[in-house]
Structure formats: structure tokens, C-alpha cells
């Protein structure tokens, strides 16, 4: 139970969420017609006369689209229906030519499920917490309206129309905003492991309808409002901490929560009421007649089950106890999959897991994020950075030498071993030069050598410093002390 | 079950098909009647029975996931009423 809770001026109030997620499934033709399902093409030109709802036309399912849906439910322990039908809801909107969209209200293909959110105390989530999905359904997405590109008339490009989206639906299991937010991201990870969507919510192709309701602890559920179309992690968590205060404010003053459909405004926050048409959720729902029931063979779902990679908690799990990696390196290495690739081709190039893990976190997240590149783009590939790993357990080169050849990695892309020798940064462990070095730091600094034997021993890594700064650091740090320990004395 | 004016404007509403005061006035008792003669089927005992979801033993047929359609827009856009630069337009519908 998270300890979040709205103060209001007669108490606290819990907060009650439940979240719909439209996830556009990854395919290349749309749910029912053989029209490009890609992002970004010019206005109606992925558009087939299905599409467009011409007459006549018959819709076939992509069996892709159901192939993925079934991956997605069986990676969060879903039941999968082996019958499922798909059903027509019926409305009037610019962006929808059927008049209908095809959907699964009665007979979804995917039931009951769950993920877990892990802890996170800096944002109240206090312990790790199942969080039950309902249901998973597939049904088709609408078209898109401009209202900008002139006065009077609305655009309407139908390229999305028919595009296969997966609506998720949790149960109502979320009580803070953070919740929430942690549902998403594990989600949306989910979903890029399994490959089902690519979860990218700037485009569109994951959106959030968000359930909020407000009640004193230990009473009944409260009315909830729907704020719709929420897309970006940050934007739901501020639609449900408005929203929670909004409901409040309203039932402090003695007013009554409306069941009702409400708008996010990225700019300012807040949630405003949609105008509401009482006839507005009269769907009149029905079988379509157009559709046979869908019916699964045991050898398709398991073939679906076959195909599910390693997923984010089995490979965090597995990094730790396995891999011996810590916790915290091991959420973050596993958090995006494109992360958890990259780190596993370096493994694969025969680098050690507890110093590659800490090579990947400090050096390669500090040099992507100060280029602003995303661990795809990344200059130096895995097999050059296992050379450079390797060079530093041979002892060919130092911590700091280290980072110094990684700079010039970044640079030009050049292998670790091609400049180590063009620039002849290697480290050496050559002890009659260090010795000399050492001599000439003790000579120059006849006062710290003075207090050095006089009892500060402090001083010891000053002649260390020395002594590196002497040789540009490339003197082996393990033999530097040694010498310095017998010459000092 | 059976239906009364109300309902029948608003299922006409909600299909978007006009009516007139004469139309339903005509339609309550034709409707009604019809649902009389449905409702008898409830007569039969059908606990035991499979609902039918299709009168031919057939599955349902899927297809595989490649792109053979789209790329048409002038024959999309031609029944259009109205359409500008590659889109349909409609009268500006603003929430």
C-alpha cells in the first residue's frame, strides 16, 4: 500500500487508479487490411477500401496482430482465450468511416493477468506490488483529425484507421500517482521485450486512459472519472494528482463526483470536463456479423510462449544471482531492452559482469549522456569496449588511462589496442623507471618528505599523486605504491 | 420487451436517421410487434444448447502479415464530398 494521500481541510482521502493502455501492436499491415500499418506517411495513402469502409468490403484478421497480443498476455501471466470474438461498437465521429469500431467487449482474447512494480521508497512505493490487468483486447484504431489547417473544416486522415491496437486494461489496483507511473514504464518495458510495440508515446503508439476516484480510508469505491488519450508517463501521473484534488475539492464543498469523460491539458496540468452527451456511451454493441468467432489452436499459443525472450524481472533477477551484479545496476541494466542487449553483447565478447556492469553505468552512461545518444547510437560497440575492459584486467592499462582511451574511442571510433599503441598509453610496471621518478619527487620535495617521516603519513598519497602526475599516468598504480612504501621507508 | 416513442427517437438519433412525429407515431406499434413475434423464441428451452455463431462448420481465416493494399488515395478520396490536399475535410468538429 503506498502512503500516498491528498490532505484535504476534513481528512485524508485515498486515491483509487485504474489505467486503460491503447498499445499500437508492431506489424506491418494494419488489423484488418493488407494497408501499411508504418508512422509518418503522407495523409490517405495507407488507406485500402476496407479502410475507408466502402462498401462490400470484408475484413480478415492479421494474424500477427493476434500472435502478438497473445505474446503480450501470456509475458504478464495471462489466461488466453482459445475463443474470443470480435465485436462492433457503434458511434458517429469524423475519424471513424465504418461507424463503427471492431472491437472485443464480450469475448476478449486475452483475460486475467498481472505485472509487479518494483520498490522505489524515494517515490513512496514502499514495497513491490502486484498490480492485476483485467483484460487485453484487440480492436482497431481511428482515424486522425487536423483541426488547424483551415477555418471551418476539419481534416481527416485515415492512414491510422485500421491500424491493430491492444487495449490493457488494469484492475483498479493503483493508489498514488508514482503507482501509476511505475505500471507504465514496466509496461511499456514489457512491451519492448516481447517486441508487441515499440511503446513510443510521442508518436502515439502507446496512450493512457486514466480512471481516477477519491474515498476516506476503508470505505466503498468512489465515482471515477476517465481522463482520455494521456500520452506521456509524466503527463498521467499530473492528470491523477489534479484530478485527485480536483474530486476533493468537489466532495469537501459537498458536491458529487460526475461519471464522466474528461480532457488533459499538457500545458497547465489540469483536466477539464468533455462536453458530455448523455447518449455518448450507447455503444449498442453486437457480434460482427463480418468476423467468425476466433478460435486458437493449443500449437499456435504455444508457439507464441516458445517465442517470449527473457523477460525484465527474470533478467534482473538472473544479473543479480547469477551474474552477481548488484541491484541497483541490475534494475537500471534491464530496464530498457535495447540496454540489456548492448550489455549482454559486451558479456558475449568475453567481458567480466560485475566490471562490465559498473564500466556500462559510470563510463558509457556519463560519455551518452553528455553526447546525448541513446545506447543504440553508441560510438564505441560492444566488442571495442570488451577489448578496452580487457586491457585494464591484464593491467595493460590503469583506471585512469582507462578513462583516457575511452575518450578517444568516443573520438574516433578506433579500437582500444589501436590507440594504446599509436599513442603509447600503455601502463608500465617498468620498476627501475618508476624508481628514478620516485627519487626525483623525493628530491624536489624535501619538506613533505620531512613531515612524511616525522608521523604524517597522510602525505604518502601526495608522493603517490607525484609520482603519477611524473609519468602522465601511465605507471601502474599497484607498483607506484609498492616503490614509494620501500623508498619513503 | 417493448419499445416506446421515446425510445424510438432516441434509437433513431443515435443511428442518425430523421424522423418524423408521424414516422414514430407508425414505427412504436410496428417494432413492438416484431419484438413480440422474437420474443416468443424465449418460449424454447435452449439451456442446453450451444448458442450458434455460424450457420457453416468454418474458422475463422487469418492472414499473413504483409503489406498488398493502400497506395490509392485518389480512389479513396473520390466519393468524397469534399477533399483538400490529399485529405477528406469535414465541417471542423472541435471538442
Known sequence: ?489 | MSVDHATVRKIASLARIAVTDDQVEAMVPELNNILGWIEQLGEVDTSAVQPMTAVIPNVLRLRDDVVTDGDVRDAVLKNAPQAEQGFFTVPKVIE
Open chain 1, 1 to 489: 500500500m503506498s502512503s500516498y494521500r491528498i490532505q484535504g481541510t476534513t481528512g485524508e482521502w485515498e486515491v483509487v487508479i485504474g489505467l486503460e493502455v491503447h498499445a499500437q501492436v508492431t506489424s506491418k499491415s494494419k488489423l484488418f487490411s493488407g494497408a501499411a500499418a508504418s508512422f509518418g506517411a503522407e495523409p490517405n495513402t495507407q488507406v485500402s477500401l476496407i479502410d475507408a469502409a466502402m462498401p462490400g468490403m470484408l475484413p480478415v484478421p492479421n494474424a500477427e496482430c493476434i500472435r502478438q497480443a497473445v505474446r503480450t498476455g501470456l509475458a504478464i501471466d495471462a489466461q488466453i482465450n482459445r475463443w474470443s470474438r470480435f465485436d462492433r461498437k457503434n458511434y458517429f465521429y469524423a475519424d471513424l468511416p465504418q461507424g463503427y469500431q471492431i472491437s472485443q467487449l464480450y469475448h476478449p482474447l486475452v483475460g486475467e493477468g498481472h505485472l509487479e512494480i518494483d520498490a522505489d521508497e524515494k517515490a513512496g512505493i514502499l514495497e513491490a506490488k502486484r498490480i492485476g490487468v483485467e483484460r487485453i483486447h484487440v480492436e482497431q484504431d481511428a482515424g486522425k483529425l487536423m483541426h488547424d489547417q483551415h477555418p471551418t473544416r476539419s481534416y481527416v486522415d485515415l492512414n491510422r484507421s485500421g491500424v491493430a491496437l491492444m487495449e490493457i486494461v488494469s484492475r483498479p489496483d493503483m493508489t498514488s500517482p508514482a503507482e501509476a507511473g511505475a505500471y507504465l514504464r514496466k509496461l511499456r518495458a514489457i512491451l519492448r521485450y516481447v517486441g508487441s510495440c515499440d511503446g513510443n508515446m510521442e508518436e502515439g503508439s502507446m496512450r493512457a486512459d486514466v480512471n481516477v476516484s477519491v474515498r476516506r480510508a476503508g470505505e466503498e469505491l468512489g465515482t471515477r472519472t476517465e481522463t482520455k488519450n494521456v500520452n506521456s508517463v509524466r503527463f498521467v501521473m499530473q492528470a491523477i494528482e489534479h484530478e485527485a484534488n480536483r474530486q476533493v475539492d468537489v466532495l469537501e464543498a459537498g458536491g458529487k463526483i460526475v461519471q464522466e469523460t474528461r480532457l488533459f491539458n499538457p500545458d497547465t496540468g489540469t483536466t477539464r470536463s468533455m462536453r458530455s452527451k448523455e447518449d455518448a456511451h450507447d455503444y449498442r454493441y453486437f457480434p460482427d456479423p463480418d468476423l467468425l468467432p476466433l478460435e486458437l489452436t493449443e500449437a499456435f499459443v504455444e508457439e507464441c510462449r516458445a517465442s517470449l525472450p527473457e523477460l525484465p524481472d527474470a533478467k534482473r533477477a538472473r544479473y543479480v544471482e547469477t551474474l552477481g551484479i548488484s541491484a541497483y545496476n541490475a534494475a537500471v541494466l534491464t530496464a530498457e531492452v535495447e540496454t540489456a542487449r548492448w550489455f549482454e553483447a559486451l558479456l558475449n565478447e568475453g567481458a567480466e559482469a560485475k566490471q562490465a556492469s559498473n564500466w556500462v553505468m559510470s563510463e558509457l552512461f556519463g560519455a551518452l549522456n553528455r553526447l546525448g545518444k541513446s545506447i543504440e547510437d553508441s560510438p564505441v560497440s560492444p566488442s571495442n569496449a570488451a577489448e578496452l575492459l580487457k586491457l585494464v584486467t591484464d593491467g595493460t592499462l590503469s583506471g585512469s588511462l582507462a578513462k583516457q582511451v575511452f575518450e578517444k574511442m568516443l573520438e574516433t571510433g578506433d579500437s582500444a589496442g589501436t590507440i594504446v599503441e599509436r599513442d603509447g598509453l600503455k601502463q608500465t610496471s617498468d620498476t627501475g623507471a618508476i624508481e628514478a621518478v620516485i627519487a626525483d619527487v623525493l628530491a624536489k620535495n624535501p619538506g613533505q618528505l620531512e613531515q612524511y617521516r616525522s608521523g604524517k603519513e597522510a602525505l604518502f598519497g601526495f608522493f603517490v599523486g607525484q609520482t603519477m602526475k611524473a609519468m602522465a599516468g601511465k605507471a601502474n598504480p599497484a607498483v607506484v605504491n609498492e616503490l614509494l612504501k620501500k623508498a619513503l621507508g
